[in-house]
């Protein structure tokens, strides 16, 4: 299989040990063992405490995947797979993809999103967000015109990463109901679910409206566990799960003893783990909110409506591959620019969720203090 390299996984790869300061991470602050154990009850402690480190079962520790069924309201232990986060985005395509099959992808997206298809030999139009009127928006009209006799899957990802938009519930149930009427497989990446901004915002799963959908989610985002690599998907189509998880053991098998035992105490406490993770992006949000004020002429977004990222522009008179070389260089601070999600519209990635975000902020608006005095291309 020839496939193009991770621009933005490679980006990270590049700088993400060894800078100072980090404008970009898309996770929430990640807790700490101790601190996760601490919230483990009777069970749980037994659990971890008489551990042994075999294979575990293909699907989920049965306990796991109760958990995980809870989060949805159609959903059973029997109709929810495991899998790291990336293994279960590639696993969907093997499953439901054949050369010349046809894809429509929300864009700019994670890579895996539009790569992997592209990869298995399908063919990927992208359904582009664009800002208008100072908000992100995308046009339903102009998605059904993208669809194909031979469009197989549509792929989804609200809360978005990288803007942070939302559709209205209404938009959103209009796509998934205009999907099934045409047999389209819906993929909908929710990893950032739990982070809205407001419980307006809040859209059913994907899986809980259609059975033929998957929603993929997990714990590397809203519950700031990213080193578990613990993700799932969610589904009614028991015939998708079963090919999913008979691929699967061509990848990992089974997923990780410790990381499934983890997993089920951070949802178990998921409201405590959600809280801060809500309040960290919260207070993050409001500083920027602030920082932008301060710089009309140079930075735009449209603020998020959810997630823990953002995707403001920056003014032409600063060019943002040329930005982002110079503050890594100059102030050990690393912003991830756009072309990174295949687009080269001068916007930046940013991500609310870290505690040593207002440090990194303030690096960033020095520098950009810097490059408006100054030519900065």
Known sequence: MKIREFELERYFAKYEFHVQYMLSPSDCEPLGLTELLGMADDECRELWSTLRLSYTEPYG????????????????????????????????????LEPGDHVVAVSPAYQSLHELPRALGAEVTPWTLRLRDGRWTLDI??????????????????????????????EYLTVLDQAAKRGIFVLSDEMYRGLEHSAANILPAACDFLPYAASLSGLSKAFALPGLRLGWLCSQDRAFLRRVASLKDYTTICMNAPGEILGIVALRNADRILDRSRRLVGGNLRLTEAVFARHPESLFWAPPLGGSTAFPKLSETIPVAEFCRRVVEER??????????????????????????????????????????????
Not at 66 to 72: D, L, S, V
Not at 338 to 367: C, K, M, Q, S
């Open 61 to 96: 520790c049965p306990a796991l995947l109760t958990e995980i069924a809870k989060r949805y309201r159609h959903a059973e232990e029997n109709g929810v797979v495991t899998a790291a986060p990336e293994e279960a985005i590639l696993l969907t395509f093997m499953a439901l």
């Open 332 to 377: 050990n601070l690393m912003v991830l620019p756009d072309t990174v999600f295949d687009v080269n519209w001068n916007h930046i990635r940013i991500g609310l969720g870290r505690r040593d975000y207002p440090a990194a902020i303030a690096v960033f608006e020095d520098f950009l203090g810097s490059c408006e005095s100054s030519a900065c291309g």
């Open 141 to 170: 009209e102009e998605l059904f015109r993208l669809f194909r006799p031979e469009t197989k899957i549509l792929v989804l990802n609200f809360p978005h990463n990288p803007t942070g938009f939302i559709p209205t519930e209404e």
